[in-house]
């Protein structure tokens, strides 16, 4: 069974840092393109970065700059470094990927960014 868990989140001041990770179990993520989405207050759920099986990456304008994602294919894991955070990073991320076109989502771990 694929599951995804996300970890990581909390509350952050504006223009702190934090890190969050995403780990799978059931499955490899060696061959697999990974993803970071958010969910924010009343707002639908939207791409924050992706990355390749090979690390090439992309990131939503919002971000760019300030997220790095990555993973550690030995570990089953992604991450994504952000730094810089502002109030409207507040979200719930998840992490993501599909086997086959099917798609898998963690529970999502929760940001807020307030002081």
């Known amino acids: 069974q694929v599951q995804l868990v996300e970890s990581g989140g909390g509350l952050v001041q504006p223009g702190g840092s934090l890190t969050l990770s995403c780990a799978a179990s059931?499955?490899?993520?060696?061959?697999?393109?990974m993803a970071w989405y958010r969910q924010a207050p009343g707002k639908e759920r939207g791409l924050v970065a992706t990355?390749?099986?090979?690390?090439?990456?992309n990131y939503g304008d919002a971000v760019k700059g300030r997220f790095t994602i990555s993973r550690d294919n030995a570990k089953r894991t992604v991450y994504l470094q952000m730094n810089s955070l502002n109030p409207e990073d507040t979200a719930i991320y998840y992490c993501?990927?599909?086997?086959?076109?099917?798609?898998?989502w963690g529970q999502g771990t929760r940001v807020t960014v307030s002081s």
């Open positions: 990355i390749t099986p090979g690390g090439r990456t």
């Open positions: 993501n990927f599909a086997i086959s076109g099917y798609g898998y």
């Open positions: 059931g499955t490899s993520l060696s061959f697999y393109d």
